[in-house]
């Protein structure tokens, strides 16, 4: 039999990882490139990533694109802006030299990657937050509607929760915590106030984000306030599950496989315990897991499924064992 050979691409904002992974379940090469948020970079900067990223990653491997079976792109923000879209749909065509592959939102790789491409639903708490799922050929998302009005539970959402409890230790509203300190000491300021100048001048989502260890810090130091953070954050997280439950459609006493991805979840038991609680509340039904596979490989996988050549239980399990 000829081996097939599958590229997939799992955008971020932050990072784009790229992957060849043979239909045997065999990982041949991995690459890791700057973000990929086409809002950030226009259609153009998007379009070098993605040359830059596949050029070395097909090296890596010692092929060329034409070798390739089939390739998924997971971009993020992909399908929120219909001008946009079939700008992004032609990207990789002139790239790979052929019409085999196809784009999508990136959370469609942490869902494959978590859950092996079976049905259940994912949340991802990185930057920003989203659910998504499938079961029985439906697909379903929740959130992931920005950092202005949504990504409850992120880790922007959680910096940014922090950063108004800060101010209300500072005020005397709240009793100081460790986050008080922490925060003052890593935004190296010398009067409370002058955190309003050190947020808002070097605003942007990524880096607001990275201020969300320094809350788990804190809640490890046993600040209440960081604590609670963490577990109105889970709480957040569920309701996105539930949400994508309910429009997946599954029956009310049926399993439902839940996993995870994001940066969030580095917080471990800070964000785990209270996640695993709340989505007890919401259903008996849930079958919460660790995450099988990263989103890049998430990616490999679900780009054999489109070309309707699903990687065997057998391949999975390599997979697994190596990535592991």
């Known amino acids: ?60 491997a010692a092929i ?19 001008e946009a879209q079939p700008l992004l749909d032609d990207i990789p065509a002139p790239l790979l030299g052929h019409r085999r592959y196809r784009c999508g939102n990136d959370m469609i790789c942490a869902w494959a990657g978590s859950l092996g491409g079976q049905a259940g639903i994912n949340i991802v708490a990185g930057t920003g937050s989203i659910g998504y799922g499938e079961r029985r050929g439906r697909s ?19 910096a940014v929760q922090a950063l108004n409890v800060f101010s209300r230790m500072s005020d005397g509203r709240l009793a100081r915590g460790p986050l008080h300190g922490i925060l003052r000491a890593e935004l190296e300021v010398v009067a409370d106030l002058e955190i309003c100048a050190r947020v808002l001048n070097a605003h942007s989502r990524e880096r607001i984000a990275a201020m969300a260890p320094l809350v788990a810090r804190a809640a490890r130091q046993g600040d209440i306030g960081a604590m609670r953070i963490f577990d109105e954050a889970a709480r957040e997280l569920a309701e996105l599950v539930e949400a994508v439950r309910r429009a997946l459609l599954f029956e009310p006493d049926e399993p439902v496989p839940v996993s995870y991805s994001g940066g969030v979840f580095e917080a471990g038991t800070l964000i785990l315990d209270p996640l695993r609680r709340h989505l007890a509340y919401q259903s008996a039904s849930y079958k919460f897991r660790p995450p099988m596979l990263t989103p890049s490989l998430g990616a490999a996988i679900y780009a054999a499924k489109l070309a309707d050549e699903p990687f065997s239980a057998a391949a999975m399990q390599r997979l697994a064992s190596i990535a592991c």
Not at 18 to 34: C, I, K, R, T
Not at 65 to 81: Q, V
Not at 140 to 149: P, V, Y
């Open 1 to 60: 039999m000829i081996r097939k050979l599958f590229l997939g691409i799992d955008g971020g904002g932050t990072k784009t990882h790229f992957v060849v992974v043979d239909s045997d379940g065999n990982p041949l090469a991995a690459h890791e490139g700057p973000g990929s948020y086409h809002v950030e970079l226009g259609i153009e900067g998007l379009r070098q990533v993605l040359f830059d990223g596949m050029a070395a990653v097909l090296a890596q």
């Open 140 to 158: 379903a998302r929740a959130g992931g509607w920005g950092e202005i009005f949504g990504d409850e539970g992120s880790a922007y959402w959680i």
């Open 64 to 82: 060329d694109a034409s070798a390739l079976t089939y390739a998924f792109f997971g971009l993020p923000a992909y399908g929120e802006d219909s």
